[in-house]
């Protein structure tokens, strides 16, 4: 591809202006490989045709769908309180693009002589700005200042996986993350760019072109599976709102299409959904993540392939390719692993994530991923980047974060392998993104195109993998909202919590793994740490300001569970395991009520 002139500089993201975009023969080697692997493939070409936009109002109705407000377009009222709920955790910008989404969605139908379900004028009351000479404001608005008002946890929220290590470069080769641990959601951080203005962190970061010198969380935040499915599913709804409220004011428009109808296999391993490798996973492993196909090929590569020159980038043999495809899908429980070579598990891997029937981005975030390059700012491209990974399905969200600590250990290997950042970037980037070779005849308009589209794929995974510990940290503003949607929620339900009343009927079930909490009154900072595990099963604790989870699951020694973490339980959360670094006294401030279990930590 030598022959192919370099594309002009261009501000949307620092890929394009680093001179390593002229060496672009390992993508193009790449496709062509991806290519020449592909049978059969003319029907997804004549499907390109059904890939047409998707109807505004079906647009807008799946966008409040997700944002867990389909009851403001459908007739059901089963999902009415949570809608209630969630709004009145929502900040004003928030609000802002909650209302204009829905009033879009009202006037379309209108003009089609549709009847909405709800107006928008029955969600949100003329508030004080819009309203002439008029003081009234909207309850949403009223229960929005209580969340401005409320204090969030600062230094107490991440727990990590005993089996995950994260790689820290030397303090002077990192920057510290704090937009994590602030109140304000980044939404309303940007506001200013709808002016034409500019944010404290593009000011702050202004002309850092340093993509690779990576981003650290700082003090124990909340990793996404520290949460509760409950939890994660309110999450996921404040995240899909705060994100197309945050790109708005950058200038990011996203335009979702429809998938493609791909036909998934129920066999085999390779076009199965990953939900139905880990369900047939599951009944031989029991808490597998990652599909155990996937972990095999890369233990495969990592004992064998980190040191190996152009790991990744240099192709098998297509044909063996296709027979280990074949034995593999006819049978994967009984599958030879001694006769799979390193560039064998390479082609493998690569082929695995391309064929998934669902991309492991999702068909619906996948354009979004590539509208990010589209924001100037590397702040807000991280920023957005981790709000799209929080909202990935669980099973695609492990998926990745295996991939990408793989990854990282190649790069950590570039002296032997000779697999730069880039490199390694240049190799993933079109198995993620499925970019399309068109061949040599084309216009210069076309092979600028394509080299702007290959590079900004590659740009992509490039910061994925160097900023990858920040992709799966909830930021102490969506814990916040999340924490207020619960307690909004249970004031809604009144009394006791759902997990407090699920756990209070398991009085003296001593064959059940969680404890019976006995509600008791206690004196202002203490706690009590139930362990119905241990020999010690409950324990009287005073808090101070340096008491941490570890110092408590100290206390409880338990030969028969060496790993143990703390949980808080209850009050304006499910669920969270708790960082062993977390202080106590921070989440006793912001959940009084919550309730303190020990119990064995998931690996």
């Not at 139908?109 to 969600?123: A, S």
């Not at 970061?205 to 969380?217: A, E, K, R, T």
């Not at 700082?218 to 949460?227: C, K, N, S």
Request: net charge neutral.
């Amino acid at each position: 591809m030598s022959s192919l002139p370099a594309a002009p500089p261009s501000p949307h993201h620092t890929a394009t202006s680093d001179p390593r975009r002229v060496a672009m023969a390992t993508y193009w080697k790449e496709v062509q490989s991806i290519e020449e692997e592909e049978e059969e493939e003319e029907e997804e070409e004549e499907e390109e045709e059904d890939r047409k936009s998707i109807d505004e109002v079906e647009l807008e109705e799946a966008w409040l769908t997700e944002a867990g407000l389909s009851s403001l377009v459908t007739s059901s009222s089963a999902e009415e309180p949570q809608a209630e709920a969630l709004l009145s955790t929502l900040s004003r910008q928030q609000v802002t693009t909650v209302r204009k989404r829905l009033d879009n969605y009202t006037e379309t139908l209108r003009k089609r002589n549709r009847q909405p379900i709800r107006d928008v004028r029955d969600i949100f009351t003329v508030d004080d700005e819009s309203a002439d000479g008029g003081s009234s404001s909207s309850s949403l608005s009223q229960q929005s200042r209580y969340h401005r008002d409320t204090k969030t946890i600062r230094r107490n929220t991440c727990t990590v996986r005993p089996t995950l290590h994260i790689f820290l470069p030397p303090v002077d080769q990192v920057r510290a993350a704090d937009w994590l641990l602030r109140d304000c959601p980044y939404s309303e951080g940007v506001a200013e760019h709808k002016v034409g203005g500019a944010c404290w962190d593009c000011r702050c970061f202004h002309g850092d072109d340093s993509s690779d010198l990576p981003f650290v969380p700082g003090p124990p935040l909340t990793w996404a599976d520290d949460l509760s499915s409950c939890d994660l599913r309110r999450l996921g709804f404040i995240t899909h709102i705060e994100l197309s409220t945050f790109l708005l004011p950058l200038g990011v428009q996203t335009k979702r299409t429809r998938p493609p109808r791909r036909s998934s296999r129920d066999g085999g391993v390779f076009g199965v959904p990953l939900d139905a490798l880990l369900h047939n996973d599951r009944k031989s492993s029991a808490g597998v993540k990652v599909p155990i196909v996937f972990q095999k090929l890369l233990c495969i590569l990592e004992q064998s392939g980190l040191q190996t020159e152009g790991i990744l980038r240099v192709p098998g043999s297509a044909a063996r390719l296709k027979y280990l495809r074949r034995e593999l899908d006819r049978c994967s429980g009984r599958f030879d692993w001694s006769a799979v070579r390193q560039v064998d598990a390479a082609g493998l891997l690569k082929l695995f994530i391309r064929e998934l029937p669902t991309p492991l981005l999702t068909h619906t975030h996948l354009s979004t991923y590539l509208a990010v390059l589209g924001v100037s700012s590397l702040v807000h491209q991280v920023q957005a980047l981790q709000l799209l990974t929080l909202l990935l399905p669980e099973s695609n969200r492990d998926t990745l974060r295996a991939l990408l600590v793989f990854l990282r250990k190649v790069v950590s290997h570039q002296d032997q392998n000779r697999m730069s950042l880039w490199n390694v970037s240049m190799v993933v980037a079109p198995n993620l993104f499925a970019c399309r070779h068109r061949g040599n005849k084309r216009s210069i308009t076309m092979q600028q195109e394509e080299m702007e589209e290959a590079v900004g794929g590659a740009h992509l995974v490039q910061l994925m993998i160097t900023h990858q510990d920040l992709l799966w940290t909830v930021p102490a503003f969506l814990l916040s909202q999340v924490r207020q949607m619960n307690q909004v929620s249970n004031q809604k339900e009144g009394g006791l919590g759902k997990t407090t009343r699920r756990l209070l009927k398991r009085i003296n079930d001593k064959n059940d793994g969680n404890l019976v909490i006995q509600v008791t009154e206690l004196s202002a900072g203490v706690i009590r740490v139930h362990a119905p595990l241990n020999t010690k099963v409950s324990m009287a604790i005073q808090l101070d300001g340096q008491t941490t989870a570890k110092d408590v699951i100290a206390r409880f020694k338990c030969e028969k569970s060496p790993v143990q973490h703390l949980y808080e339980v209850g009050g304006n959360i499910c669920e969270r395991r708790l960082h062993p670094d977390c202080l106590l006294l921070d989440v006793y401030r912001v959940n009084p009520r919550c309730d303190w279990l020990i119990k064995p930590g998931s690996c």
